[in-house]
C-alpha cells in the first residue's frame, strides 16, 4: 500500500494512552496508521503524554512508545495488523472504537468496532451500485437476498472484528477461540496460506473452549505483500482465495458466512451514523479551522 489512509481522524486521548498500555510498545508509524490521524497532532499528545511521566519513549530503528515494558516481537506484530486497519478504511470501513487485547496464545491483537453506511455509498457511487445489483442478484435464496440488502438500504452497518497476525510458522500458533466477532489473520505473504488451510473447519456446531488447533473455515486473510482481504471458497474439496476488493463485496462475504451474525448491528438511524462517526467529523472541523493556506487565500480575497 503506497498510499496511507492518514489525517483523518481525530485522536481520542483516552483511546490513544489504553493502546500504549495495552500493547507493551508500539511504533509511533504503526500508531499513524492505526488511528488515521495526523502526524503532527500525535506527535504533539506524545509529547505531552512523555512530559507529564505517562508513558516511556525508546527507539530500535524507529521510535516507540510504552508505558511499563516494551516487547519487540508484540510491536512488529501490530504493525503488520495496522496495515488490516488500512485496508479496511479505504474500502469505506471505518473505525469507531479501537483496542489492544491479548490472546489465549501470548499474542497481541485488534479489537475493532467498525461501522458503514451502505446506504451513502450505494446511492452516490454508480459503479458500486452496479456491483451490489450484480450480487444481490448471485445470491441464490430469498433469505440471502434480503440479509444483503439490509447492509445497502441502512444507514449504519456495526460490528466488531478481531485482527490477529500469524508471521512465524515455526514458533506461532492461531486457532479461533470464538465466534463473537468477525475475524481477520494477517499474514506477511502466500507462502503461510498452507498452514491456514490444513487447519481450517467448520466450528459453528464446536465448543471453543477448548480448541487450540482449529481455525474457523470463515476466516478473513490479510496479504500484506499484496494489500489484499480475502476469504476462503471450496470447490471440488480444494480450498482457493476470494478477494474483496470494496464494500460491496464485504458485504456479500457476510452474508454468505453468518458466523457472526449475532454481532452485525444494523440501523436506519442517521444520528446513530453521526455517532459512530464523530472523529472523523471532528477530524474535518479541525481541518476546516487549521487549513491556513486557505485562511490566508480568503484573507487576501478582495473585500466586496
Known amino acids: ?115 458503514a453506511s451502505g446506504k451513502y455509498i450505494y446511492k452516490n457511487d454508480k459503479s458500486i451500485k452496479k456491483l451490489a445489483n450484480k450480487r444481490y442478484n448471485q445470491l441464490t435464496s430469498e433469505e440471502n437476498r434480503k440479509y444483503f440488502s439490509q447492509f445497502i438500504i441502512n444507514e449504519l452497518t456495526k460490528f466488531p472484528i478481531r485482527v490477529a497476525s500469524f508471521s512465524d510458522m515455526l514458533q506461532e500458533k492461531y486457532y479461533t477461540t470464538s465466534l463473537e466477532t468477525v475475524d481477520v489473520l494477517a499474514i506477511p505473504t502466500k507462502e503461510f496460506i498452507p498452514a491456514i488451510q490444513s487447519n481450517l473447519a467448520d466450528v459453528s456446531f464446536r465448543n471453543l473452549k477448548n480448541n487450540t488447533t482449529l481455525i474457523r473455515n470463515d476466516i478473513l486473510v490479510y496479504l500484506n505483500d499484496s494489500n489484499e482481504l480475502c476469504y476462503f471458497t471450496k470447490e471440488n474439496n480444494q480450498y482457493k482465495l476470494q478477494a474483496i476488493p470494496c464494500i460491496v463485496d464485504f458485504f456479500y462475504y457476510l452474508t454468505l458466512h453468518k458466523n457472526s451474525k449475532d454481532a452485525i448491528y444494523i440501523s436506519d438511524n442517521k444520528t446513530e451514523y453521526d455517532n459512530a462517526d464523530n472523529l472523523y467529523f471532528q477530524s474535518y472541523l479541525n481541518k476546516e479551522k487549521y487549513n491556513t493556506a486557505q485562511l490566508k487565500k480568503d484573507k487576501q480575497k478582495p473585500q466586496s
Open 1 to 115: 500500500m503506497n498510499t496511507l489512509f492518514v489525517n483523518n481522524r481525530a485522536i481520542d486521548s483516552e483511546e490513544l494512552i489504553d493502546i500504549i498500555t495495552q500493547s507493551n510498545g508500539i511504533y509511533e508509524n504503526t500508531l499513524i496508521k492505526l488511528l488515521q490521524c495526523n502526524r503532527i497532532s500525535l506527535e504533539a499528545r506524545l509529547k505531552t503524554l512523555k512530559k507529564n511521566k505517562i508513558i516511556s519513549r525508546g527507539k530500535l530503528n524507529k521510535h516507540f512508545y510504552y508505558v511499563s515494558n516494551y516487547d519487540l516481537k508484540h510491536m512488529k506484530d501490530l504493525d503488520l495488523q495496522s496495515m488490516v486497519v488500512q485496508y479496511l478504511v479505504t474500502i469505506g470501513l471505518y473505525t469507531n472504537k479501537i483496542q489492544v487485547i491479548d490472546s489465549p496464545y501470548k499474542n497481541k491483537q485488534f479489537y475493532l468496532s467498525v461501522f
